[in-house]
């Protein structure tokens, strides 16, 4: 057998297990939470509450890079890359996610976040050079299709009118293309110059600042709520929802390229929807499940494409 034949048989890198176990994870983690956000804007401003997770998170994730013993190496250049970072995963991303709540449905914002793939897609192929194969173009089809059936049922649940309505997507369209652009900057190779974790926690750290600075202009004081729900969610969402899922998602990204490692969040409004049911008592409906099965069609198809990023 020659090495070409090897290499042409071999299975693609997303289906290997140091890429879906750790995909698993993070689309597990990441689909529980948008209940958790939901309690979270009920009576503390959205503001404060992004900048508690992410002070908590980026306090956690320096512990991390200390139990792992990684140096914080950052030269000036790798400052400003955290900075970009944290401005746009965990400010401006975080900021518009939590407002869309206030105006629409978690399962809605869930459902619209998970285009993210067409802007990571699309800003792969401008910025990175990346090149969507055949296989990957015909799983986001299906994955879509499976979405809007998701959508239109979510849409017809919501008990808001349709102002609050288009706010809320506006909010969440404005936050999909924030996090598309942190995405793409994981991607590059500025990113692989210098150690994750200690990146991530000064990207967090960087983000809490200015969550601050927004919330103090936008809501005043800072304002907390001594509720033990609020404050495990705090936890939750900064422990698991940040210090342990986001390393694990961006290294996949750096594995199978932006496209694909959006792909988690086709499957977070599914994951939402199944522990919705469990907790709350959701009711599927024909569309419903319909939707979650195109959107699991598409995901297996995409996630099988041998070369996704050319």
Request: positive net charge; contains cysteine.
């Amino acid at each position: 057998m020659t090495d070409d034949t090897a290499t042409h048989r071999a299975p693609p890198r997303s289906t290997r297990a140091a890429v879906l176990i750790p995909f698993g994870i993070v689309t597990l983690v990441w689909g529980s939470t948008w209940l958790v956000i939901r309690d979270q804007v009920s009576s503390v401003p959205p503001s404060w509450s992004v900048c508690y997770r992410f002070l908590v998170a980026g306090l956690a994730m320096i512990v991390v890079a200390k139990f792992r013993r990684e140096r914080f190496a950052l030269d000036v250049r790798g400052w400003a890359f955290a900075a970009a970072l944290g401005l746009s995963q965990f400010v401006l991303n975080f900021n518009f996610v939590y407002r869309a709540e206030e105006h629409i449905t978690s399962g809605i914002v869930a459902v619209v976040f998970a285009l993210m793939l067409v802007p990571n897609a699309v800003l792969a192929r401008i910025l990175l050079g990346q090149r969507m194969g055949g296989q990957l173009i015909v799983g986001s089809a299906v994955a879509m299709a499976g979405i809007v059936l998701l959508f239109l049922h979510e849409a017809r649940l919501s008990p808001n009118g349709a102002d609050e309505t288009m706010l809320g997507i506006g909010f969440t369209l404005i936050a999909i293309l924030c996090a598309s652009s942190a995405n793409i900057l994981q991607a590059t190779e500025t990113a692989r110059r210098y150690p994750m974790v200690p990146t991530l926690a000064a990207a967090m750290l960087i983000g809490a600042a200015i969550d601050a600075v927004v919330a103090l202009s936008l809501s005043g004081p800072p304002a907390f709520e001594w509720r033990a729900s609020y404050a495990g969610g705090i936890m939750y969402l900064a422990l698991f929802g940040s210090t342990l899922s986001f390393p694990l998602y961006f290294h996949v990204i750096r594995q199978i390229g932006p496209a694909k490692a959006a792909y988690s969040g086709v499957m977070v409004p599914v994951i939402a929807m199944l522990l919705s049911t469990l907790f709350e008592g959701y009711l599927w409906s024909p569309l419903a499940i319909s939707g979650a099965l195109l959107a699991g069609a598409g995901l297996i198809i995409a996630l099988r494409a041998r070369r996704p990023n050319r």
